[in-house]
Nanobody, 124 residues
């Protein structure tokens, strides 16, 4: 069983930055592929970013590429999402997810474990 706990969300003005963290339980964290997804009110949950088990491969949605950076610290069992140049359309609940295949995949159904989410609100 893997437990994921997100933190770091909040309210920020457009153009600002936030860093989200996701702490994972489990001794096999370094084997997991990790991803961030988000869900705005009335919309489907969508892919944001992912990183492979090694950290050498990352994957980003076109809407966040060059603004968001995902990283992982396997010693600390934690992944991060640095979000810069935030826009009002980035407003959503952000979810951390883990897949046991170790892949940095953008496919939601590849992920077996999910956190509870953290709210990010960007004001204009």
């Amino acid at each position: 069983q893997v437990q994921l706990v997100e933190s770091g969300g909040g309210l920020v003005q457009a153009g600002g930055s936030l860093r989200l963290s996701c702490a994972a339980s489990g001794r096999s964290f370094r084997q997991y592929g990790m991803g961030w997804f988000r869900q705005a009110p009335g919309k489907e949950r969508e892919f944001v970013a992912a990183v492979s088990w090694s950290g050498r491969s990352t994957n980003y949605a076109p809407s966040v590429k060059d603004r968001f950076t995902m990283s992982r610290e396997n010693v600390q069992n934690t992944v991060y999402l640095q979000m810069n140049s935030l826009k009002p359309e980035d407003t959503a609940v952000y979810y951390c997810a883990a897949n046991l295949n170790g892949l940095g995949t953008d496919v939601r159904t590849d992920y077996e474990y999910w956190g509870q989410g953290t709210q990010v609100t960007v004001s204009s």
